[in-house]
């Protein structure tokens, strides 16, 4: 079936490094790709997502592009803030029933 | 326009009890869906519903897990004789449509089983 693979966490960074968390996934059809984000005690919250293959979307200067040829929908960032501490996931849907796929989430920590 | 709405926010319950949790979903809503993680874990897909119907209940736990969304009020989420695998937190999702649109999540509920 449909799966997302995350890399693992923690990660930590310094205040202003640069980013990146990687995410594969498996499909048999041409899904959705998400990046979602958790705050301490509260739901996620959309952080961006792309619809279609070379598809970028971005976000409060995250970016993530859909690569089809390497299934892959890693997320960047250019400079991180103490802000930015939170667990993230990666997920697709596959356009049919609709339903979320999410990858195990990976924890980012940002020192000052 | 207000979000998607859970309660109650945590819940304790000792082993045996009823759980009953709550989505109200965004305004304009008619698609939501139920997800489970338990700690330290990703989100799982549990069930997919519409109004009066359910559409996709293959995450949901054979027994003693149920889900309704109603033609008035919001969607239940059903657990009885609670056990302690149980304890998580519930987060519900709605959409306007299915089909790849953007799902707005709520705060979620904890649930504590004793």
């Known amino acids: 079936g449909d799966s997302v693979t995350q890399m693992e966490g923690p990660v930590t960074l310094s205040e202003e490094a640069f980013l990146t968390i990687n995410c594969t996934y498996t499909?048999?059809?041409?899904?959705?790709l998400f990046w979602y984000v958790q705050y301490p005690g509260e739901g996620l919250q959309l952080l961006l997502k792309?619809?279609?293959?070379?598809d970028k979307g971005s976000n409060k200067g995250f970016e993530a592009t859909y690569r089809k040829e390497t299934t892959s929908f890693h997320l960047e960032k250019g400079s991180v803030q103490v802000s930015d501490s939170a667990v993230y996931f990666c997920?697709?849907?596959?356009?049919?029933?609709?339903?979320?796929?999410f990858g195990q989430g990976t924890e980012l920590s940002v020192k000052p | 326009n207000a979000g998607v709405m859970q309660n109650p926010r945590h819940l304790v319950r000792r082993r045996g009890q009823e759980a009953r949790l709550r989505c109200s979903p965004m305004?304009?809503?008619?698609?939501v869906y139920w997800y489970r993680q338990l700690p330290e874990e990703g989100l799982k897909f549990m069930v997919y519903?519409?109004?009066?119907?359910?559409?996709?209940e293959s995450g949901m736990p054979k027994e003693r897990f149920s889900a309704e969304f109603p033609k008035e009020g919001p969607s239940i989420l059903r657990i009885q004789q609670v056990v302690r695998g149980d304890s998580a937190a519930y987060f519900c999702?709605?959409?306007?449509?299915?089909?790849?649109?953007?799902?707005?999540f709520g705060p979620g509920t904890r649930l504590l089983v004793l």
């Open positions: 999702a709605s959409s306007p449509r299915d089909l790849g649109e953007t799902q707005y």
């Open positions: 499909a048999t059809g041409y899904p959705s």
């Open positions: 792309a619809t279609k293959a070379d």
């Open positions: 997920a697709l849907s596959d356009n049919q029933g609709g339903k979320l796929i």
């Open positions: 305004k304009g809503h008619s698609h």
């Open positions: 519903l519409q109004k009066e119907n359910i559409i996709d």
